[in-house]
């Protein structure tokens, strides 16, 4: 996307610093900003034996940017003809933002200005963000509180695992955000594992999502849910159905936006939280499901990303994940070389909404298939084998909305030869609501 704006200086306002507006559009990953305008004026002269042509300054025009809050994003004097910013890079003498949208301007510095004044010509060049899947772990613990490894190391196994990001989730312990910009290849996102001994929540983004301790004495646990979800936490109800640590709090009367129906290996309290969350969605409830490895250290049943969750994120900051996992726009999937899902009806997608008609089609691309997966359609009150794969690969198909309500999708697996079949991936659903 590119836009052009022109600026004309008359030679009385050399000496001042003028600005110039332009909107920055919604969910832009980079921005380009080049400019120009005539600096030199040739002057061609005869001389004996030739031609020699002159230069004369004419004009020096200064570059600047200002974001949409007002604050300095840079100044580079005459010096730089293009600027590039990014929430990550930035041309030197500028710093990396996220490119909020709204009013930015052009700092236009008139230096010196031409007699006959000057024309000044910004090009300017936004690069939308685009979806893409990404794949990470949202619950993990560091030595911070019952983990073996350090943040640092953490960071690393995951990249080594082949994470995009990881949110770190110490019981009742907070982690600065400013820390983890620190370790590069893997997104990292502040996080807290409320523990409590009748319930775990995740909250996810933040440093402080409360400022009181975590222990509640009273039934009352509301009001510290509610704070963090004013302060812009994502709250995830962590192993509902767990044995020893499930949720025994009442989650008719909570504020919070995920459920963790898949902690660490699939078993019996997994699918107990499997059918509990299936029957919150056919109750009419719209909460997206999560999965997390919680993470400690590697042993025989736990692995870094197992399981993990696919995110279709439009970048790879911690706001657009968290963002993407709120609107349901993932699936669960055992680990990170499991299978992978796409599920859409044009541009609605996982986690979206469209009014039910009996024409709808969707269109799902199931990747990494082993020989032997099945996959199965789950709708409010049905559940349906779709296709079982003849070999390993993958697989595009199209699926008819017969009734108002939901259709999510699940991909089973034999994982060991005489034991039944297990989930090795869920996505969450597209909702269909009677229009
Ligand atoms: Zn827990
Ligand atoms: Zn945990």
Redesign the pocket.
């Known amino acids: 996307m590119h836009k052009t704006l022109t600026f004309d200086i008359a030679p009385n306002q050399q000496g001042e610093y003028l600005t110039l507006p332009f909107a920055m559009p919604e969910n832009m990953i980079e921005f380009h900003l080049t400019y120009q305008y005539l600096a030199f004026k040739e002057l061609p002269q005869d001389v004996p034996g030739g031609q020699f042509i002159g230069e004369e300054r004419r004009n020096i025009i200064d570059l600047g940017l200002i974001g949409p809050d007002g604050e300095q994003v840079g100044a580079s004097g005459s010096d730089k003809p293009t600027i590039s910013i990014s929430a990550r890079q930035a041309t030197p003498g500028y710093a990396p933002r996220p490119l909020t949208s709204g009013e930015w301007q052009i700092l236009v510095g008139a230096y010196k200005i031409a007699p006959e004044g000057v024309t000044v010509t910004y090009d300017l060049e936004f690069v939308p963000k685009e979806r893409k899947l990404l794949i990470g772990d949202i619950?993990t613990?560091t030595i911070g509180s019952d983990g073996v490894l350090s943040l640092e190391e953490l960071a690393t196994h995951a990249y080594k695992q082949g994470l995009d990001f990881l949110a770190i989730?110490d019981?009742n312990q907070t982690v600065s955000p400013k820390v983890l910009q620190r370790i590069p290849d893997v997104t990292l996102i502040p996080g807290v594992?409320w523990?409590h001994y009748r319930g775990?929540a995740n909250f996810l983004g933040l440093e402080h999502p409360f400022d009181e301790p975590f222990f509640v004495d009273s039934e009352d646990i509301r009001p510290r849910f509610q704070t963090a979800r004013d302060r812009g936490a994502v709250i995830v109800v962590?192993h509902p159905c767990d044995e020893s640590c499930g949720f025994q709090f009442d989650l008719e009367n909570l504020p919070f936006d995920l459920l963790e129906i898949w902690n660490g290996p699939m078993r019996e309290s997994n699918l107990r939280a499997v059918g509990l969350w299936q029957s919150m969605l056919a109750a009419g409830k719209r909460i997206p499901a999560v999965g997390g490895s919680?993470y400690h250290r590697d042993n025989l049943f736990q692995i870094l990303g197992g399981p993990c969750m696919g995110v279709y994120s439009l970048s790879n900051s911690p706001e657009d994940i968290l963002a993407a996992l709120k609107a349901g726009h993932s699936f669960i999937t055992y680990a990170p070389k499991g299978p992978s899902l796409d599920m859409t009806i044009g541009e609605t997608q996982m986690g979206d909404t469209v009014p039910w008609s009996p024409d709808l089609v969707v269109q799902i691309t199931a990747r990494s298939l082993n020989r032997g997966d099945v996959i199965r359609a789950v709708s409010k009150a049905d559940s349906q084998d779709l296709f079982q794969a003849p070999a390993d690969g993958d697989m595009a198909l199209s699926l008819p909305v017969t009734e108002a309500g939901f259709i999510r999708i699940e991909i089973h697996r034999v994982f060991l030869p005489g034991v039944p079949p297990l989930p090795a991936l869920i996505s969450n659903p597209i909702f269909f609501p009677k229009s």
């Open positions: 619950h613990h989730t019981h594992e523990t775990h962590n919680d």
